[in-house]
Every structure is written in C-alpha cells, then in structure tokens.
C-alpha cells in the first residue's frame, strides 16, 4: 500500500489489523490511495479493533455506515474530497528508531517498541558464534544484532514472513555478511550446511496459539544445519518443543530457564 500513487484506486476492501497504530495506518494508506468520492470498505472483528473502526474512520473526514456480520464490524465509505489527518497517521504507523531497542522498526512487527522477553533472554545467552549461520524469524535484526558482534561469523541469512520486518532489518544491518529473504521460513530453500541457528520461534497463527509453528521451525533448522552444527533457540517453557528437539538432535542442552522461558542449545 505504501507504493500505491495517490488517488488512484477506484475501490478498496480491507481486512483491518488489530493493532491501533497500524489499523490506523492502514486505513489511512487505502484512503490516500483512493480516488475522492471513491468506496472503502473496511472490516474487522469486534474484539480485534472492529468496535473502534467506525470511530477511526469518521476521525479521517468520512461519512461511515456500519454494519455487524458474523462477529466482525463492517464500514462502508467514499473517500472524501479532503480527508483529516492522513500524513499524521501514516508518519505514526510507519518505519520508525526506537531508542528502547535501539533500532528501526515499525508498528505491527512482532514485539515491534520493547525487546521481546525471550529474544532478551536467548541474546544474552548467546556464545561468540562462527562460520555461516541463519536467524529464522529474524524480526528487525535484534538477535542478528549480536550474531554480528563476532567477526568469526562469516555469513548470516536472515528469514521472515513479515516484509515490514525484513525491511527494517536491511535497514538496521548494514553488513555485508548478511543476506536477507523475505519468506516462509517452512519453506524457505536456499540455505544448506549451515554451522549455526539462531531462532524465537513463533507459535501463533492469525491470534490463535499454534504449536506445530514452532515445531516446523525446529524441523528446518534440522535440515539446513550441517552434521555437528547447532541451534539456539528460545521457547515458552509451556511449549512442547522438548520431543520435536530429542528426536531430531544428537543431544538437547538447556542453557537457561528465566521468565516462564527455557534456552536451548541443540546439536546435529
């Protein structure tokens, strides 16, 4: 959306994030993207920022009808002539520094203005790594951040789904042994024999806890690891990654166990 030339579109529909900042962004992007007196509809569930879209939208100049369906609050509206605020919304949901983690990032990415209990955790835990290596669900680079600090690392390949957070990541790495993917890391395949690992992986889908998530991350990183290669990985101590690690792994260490969370060091 952020590519799309002003007042160009003749329509648009939008699934609305739940975050407030970032819905804000979002609605505002489709609305500068639209042609005035063209249609937006934009939707969301009713606990997931549906109840406030009426409100945000109305707060942009336009005239809203708003319908229920099915647990979600639909709005519909015509771009005005004029809408209020748009530049304020879009300067507020977008690429930003943020001095508590010290890098760019943006609202919407995973833990995007604090650092992320977990990932806390595994960096501080983490060894002076070496040779070539990947950061699975790299975020905006916190973890890779220190992956680099050892100038034995010779290459790192830095792999997410998020294109906001690749992005950033480019934006905050300016290092020349890293390589970054935007891409599902299940399938994700131009990496093999790596010596090292590094990953939080994640375990919801859409809002919804998915344990197979983090298991299939434990499964690539398997793969694309050499024979005595190694992963260190963070993980909710509640998790069943313990299973999925012993099967794969000639042997499964825990590093650390703090904050309802437990590192792991795996070896191929």
């Not at 063209?38 to 997931?48: E, F, G, R, T, V």
């Not at 595994?122 to 973890?143: E, H, I, K, S, T």
């Not at 983090?214 to 990654?241: D, E, T």
């Amino acid at each position: 959306m952020e590519d799309v030339a002003p007042e160009s579109l003749a329509g648009a529909v939008i699934a609305a994030p739940p975050g407030a900042v970032e819905r804000r962004y979002v609605l505002a992007l489709a609305l500068r993207a639209l042609k005035p007196g063209a249609p937006l509809i934009a939707l969301a569930p009713k606990d997931k920022g549906g109840s406030r879209l009426r409100k945000e939208l109305e707060g942009f100049g336009c005239a809203v009808e708003e319908t229920a369906r099915q647990h979600h609050r639909i709005c519909h509206v015509k771009r005005p002539e004029s809408p209020i605020g748009l530049d304020a919304a879009i300067a507020a949901g977008g690429p930003q520094f943020v001095d508590a983690i010290g890098l760019w990032t943006q609202p919407g990415v995973f833990s995007w203005d604090r650092p992320d209990p977990g990932s806390r955790l595994l960096r501080a835990a983490l060894p002076p790594l070496a040779g070539r290596g990947a950061d699975l669900g790299c975020g905006v680079g916190y973890l890779a951040k220190a992956v680099l600090a050892s100038p034995a690392v010779s290459h790192l390949d830095l792999i997410d789904i998020d294109r906001r957070a690749v992005d950033a990541a480019r934006r905050n790495l300016a290092d020349a042994r890293c390589e970054f993917h935007w891409a599902d890391v299940r399938h994700a395949s131009a990496m093999a024999d790596l010596d090292f690992v590094v990953m939080n992986p994640p375990f919801h889908d859409a809002g919804q806890e998915d344990k197979s998530l983090g298991q299939a991350f434990i499964r690539r990183s398997c793969q694309i690891l050499r024979k005595g290669g190694a992963v260190w990985m963070v993980a909710n101590r509640h998790l069943p990654y313990e299973g999925v690690l012993g099967e794969l792994f000639r042997t499964v260490t825990v590093k650390g166990e703090a904050e309802g969370f437990k590192i792991f060091e795996a070896r191929r």
